[in-house]
């Protein structure tokens, strides 16, 4: 028989930034609340893809990095204490006929919960390679999908494949401190920030789109040139750099997840406005949840998550109202001050 003292309220699986508020807001909400993550950090991809990218689209903060706002996160989650399990991949999920989840990770340990709350991303952190023959052999010698520290880009001729936010926001990180920037994207159009595009394309950022990278020259791991070509025409133009960063997305792997039953779209799981997905006590917020209007900002997630937490305690006790929470008025955190 399972003891209640091993259940929890609420279990988040996914503990990158919108996971650790929903833990933060979860406690709020005096639920007991245990975080699943699959790296064997919290953080999520924003501390090992971006750590020193700045992030100016949270409400109150001007701008922050990528590794400082995790540090805050983290420090904001911890608060009440919810259980921390890094390290571990969910690998399956069954109802018992108590309605508790049993959730069972990828080394066996199992897991007990009355509702689960997936914040996963897009998975599995893994992005989309570049597929030139030889790209591996330049990889993470000067050829990177990320950038950990802007410093060792200065004075480079850095050349960066992308069209979406990443490459945009790259392109305007580096350009003060490389010796040149060029960005190259297959389409017309970008896909950006609009603001961010226009800083770019008012900067000395050389900017060839719609172009694709179809070369890359270089021995012993160390790029020299690359070879871009013009979509649909045969002009080709030979680049002189020394480090060339490819911002083409990431792969969407839920895993075992995706073959839970949710009613999913193009590797995403559809929600309705309380977060909740088409079986009944399972969540979805961050990256991975899919509803119209959807804001695809780590502030929209931020919003999602206690939406997500109140549904679940709605679920857990429908019969009792849910009362407004603030964190001015909630007593344990003003007692502090």
Known sequence: MIQQADVYDITIIGGGPVGLFTAFYSGMREMKTKIIEFLPYL????????????????????????????????????TFDPTIVLNEQVTNMER????????????????YTKTIVLATGFGSLKSVKLDIDNAVDFEERSLHYSIKKLESYRDKNVL?????????????????????????????????????????????????????????KGTNGQISSALVKQVAMNATKEIAVDNVIVNHGFEINLGSIAEWGMDMENGT???????????????AIGDVANYPNKLALIAGGFNEGPIAVNSAKQFILPHEPLKHLFSTHYEPLTLEN
């Open 43 to 78: 953080g999520g991809k924003v501390p090992y893809f971006y750590p020193e990218k700045i992030i100016r689209d949270i409400g109150g903060i001007p701008m922050i990095s990528g590794e400082k706002l995790t540090e805050d996160l983290i420090k904001q989650a911890m």
């Open 269 to 283: 799981i559809l929600v309705d406005q309380t977060m909740s997905t088409s079986l009944p006590g399972i969540f």
């Open 160 to 216: 960066i494949s992308g069209g979406g936010n990443s490459a945009v926001d790259w392109a305007n990180e580096l350009e003060p401190i490389a010796n040149n920037v060029t960005l190259i994207y297959r389409k017309p159009a970008f896909t950006g920030i609009e603001s961010n595009v226009s800083k770019m394309m008012n900067s000395s950022v050389e900017v060839l789109n719609p172009y694709e990278l179809v070369e890359l």
């Open 96 to 111: 018992l006929e108590d309605g508790t989840f049993l959730l069972t990770s990828n080394n066996g340990a199992q897991h």
